[in-house]
């Protein structure tokens, strides 16, 4: 059983005849141009010639990156099989249904999917719409938890309970989302800290025998966000954990590299290597984006308004949307987000304000209906001292729900109330 490596969270794990391909992100952005590849990709559209089988475990860009899937040749999808978790959207699957793959798999939770060759997958769906796969291969078992948030004993005990024993763990190694602030460095150093801390337990709970630490290697590439990679985990750091604090053997894998699962290997060469391209980060430039007038910021506001009526309740809306200021930084200008009105000027002191970010960042979280989201991940904002951000994000919070499928009404919140009391 043999991993190429092809970048961030991707790589192709070939076992006989299967070669089964994980979170294909070759190129370009991600989350509204606020990330990038920290390392060049060599993996092609020529190369899913060779892939038998596709699997995507979340909705986010640098797991499930549209452009890149529409760009594998037509006559390698008509021989491509798509796995992806049970969902109550199914956005994904009817995408992969419209491009003509071989068939496109909704997984059943809790069962195990026999690929062909002697390899078996299984795939749950987590929390917060991720999900994890576990591959079954050659007397092995491996565990990809990409960005599966396990940072608990009791979460890594449901993995062990429910997979039983793993030889590989591919696990999130470094923090992707905003961390306080520019000068915020104590906070995004803990949160760097507190992501080895969940290597460490699951390490300890699942007791692999090698951990490839993955799913981080990506640098924040925009101007309003590129504060952030001052305290991200580098790779020779997790290395020196994982060996330091766990009894798993670290797994270092760089672009374009192979190794059969369960050899020894020095991550020494890929550590370098990762090493050079983080030193090159302050000289690469930082994308910019260009200001969108207020008035057409007030006419998406008001469309995003009429949209999350429509599909949620009103009454819950009036009771969960207050009014939120915000300091558009590109403009200078001061308004308040209200429900259902949308977006208004309005007299607060910047300093007040729940957020400050640029009129493309708020664009962006109008105009699509995961852009709350996004903007939590890309960090494209700063919090004034007297802002509070989850008045700022509870606006957006209906639209993300949509997106994966739910509603925000009254029976819906007490149907999950319900269900909490019968525990």
Not at 29 to 39: E, N, R
Request: with cysteine; hydrophobic share 40%; proline share 7%.
């Amino acid at each position: 059983m043999q991993i190429e490596w092809v970048n961030h969270a991707s790589f192709l794990l070939t076992s006989g005849e299967v070669a089964l391909l994980c979170d294909p992100w070759l190129d370009g952005t991600a989350f509204d141009d606020g990330w990038l590849h920290l390392s060049p990709t060599r993996f092609g559209a020529a190369d899913f010639a060779r892939v038998t089988h596709l699997w995507f475990s979340h909705e986010h860009p640098d797991h499930f990156s549209p452009s890149n899937v529409r760009a594998i040749p037509p006559a390698d999808r008509a021989r491509i099989e798509v796995l992806y978790q049970r969902s109550l959207d199914q956005k994904v699957i009817k995408f992969c249904n419209g491009l003509g793959f071989r068939a496109v798999i909704e997984m059943t939770p809790g069962a195990w999917r026999d690929l062909g060759s002697g390899v078996e997958v299984r795939v749950d769906p987590w929390r917060d719409g991720d999900s994890w796969m576990a591959i079954r291969a050659e007397g092995r078992t491996l565990l990809n938890l990409n960005d599966c948030v396990v940072r608990s004993r009791e979460d890594a005990g449901i993995l062990r309970r429910e997979i039983g024993p793993i030889d590989t763990l591919f696990s999130q190694f470094s923090y992707a989302n905003w961390v306080g602030n520019p000068a915020d460095v104590a906070g995004r150093r803990a949160q760097a800290r507190e992501k080895l801390e969940r290597l460490r337990i699951q390490a300890e709970v699942l007791k692999p025998r090698q951990l490839v630490p993955f799913a981080s290697f990506v640098w924040f590439c925009h101007e309003e966000n590129d504060f952030l990679n001052d305290e991200v985990n580098r790779i020779e750091d997790v290395v020196e954990f994982v060996r330091a604090r766990t009894d798993a053997e670290p797994i270092v894998l760089y672009p374009g590299d192979t190794w059969e699962v369960g050899a020894a290997r020095d991550p020494g060469p890929a550590v370098e290597r990762y090493r050079a391209d983080f030193a090159t980060l302050p000289a690469r430039p930082r994308l910019h984006a260009e200001p969108v007038p207020f008035d057409e910021l007030v006419a998406q506001s008001r469309r995003y308004a009429e949209r999350i009526t429509k599909r949620n309740d009103p009454r819950m809306l009036r009771l969960l949307l207050q009014p939120s200021p915000i300091h558009l930084s590109d403009l200078d200008v001061v308004a308040e987000l209200r429900y259902p009105e949308g977006l208004v000027r309005a007299a607060h002191a910047r300093q007040a304000c729940d957020i400050r970010l640029s009129s493309a960042a708020l664009s962006y979280c109008f105009r699509f209906p995961w852009g709350g989201d996004t903007l939590h991940v890309n960090g494209r904002f700063t919090k004034p001292p007297g802002g509070r951000w989850k008045r700022f994000s509870r606006h957006f919070s209906p639209s993300v729900l949509n997106n994966r499928g739910q509603r925000f009404n009254l029976a819906e919140v007490a149907r999950q109330a319900w269900a909490k009391v019968r525990g």
